[in-house]
Nanobody, 121 residues
């Protein structure tokens, strides 16, 4: 069984910073990519940042220059450093891992339960 668990959300003032963490655990063979998504009330879930197995990253235009995604391959963990936070960054942040449980089964996406980030004065 695979678990994906996020942590690090909370309330922060505009201009502040937060660091989210997401760890994949359980029984799996390998992880390909990992990513962060967010969903604000009334909006669809959107990609925030993504990191490939080779370390290539991509970001939503709205967070470029403010957010940084990184990955600890040994710990099966991905991080999202969020700086210069704005009220419009308020959302539930979800992590996913694109992984293979047992070869030759195909890779699948596994999602965490989400962590709330609120940016407000």
């Amino acid at each position: 069984q695979v678990q994906v668990v996020e942590s690090g959300g909370g309330l922060v003032q505009p201009g502040g910073s937060l660091r989210l963490s997401c760890a994949a655990s359980g029984s799996f063979f390998s992880i390909n990519s990992m990513g962060w998504y967010r969903q604000a009330p009334g909006n669809e879930r959107e990609l925030v940042a993504h990191i490939s197995s080779g370390g290539r990253t991509n970001y939503a235009d709205s967070v470029k220059g403010r957010f940084t995604i990184s990955r600890d391959y040994a710990k099966n963990t991905v991080y999202l450093q969020m700086n210069s936070l704005k009220p419009e960054d308020t959302a539930v942040y979800y992590c996913n891992a694109f992984l293979q449980t047992v070869p030759p089964r195909p890779y699948e996406y596994y999602w965490g339960q989400g962590t709330q980030v609120t940016v407000s004065s």
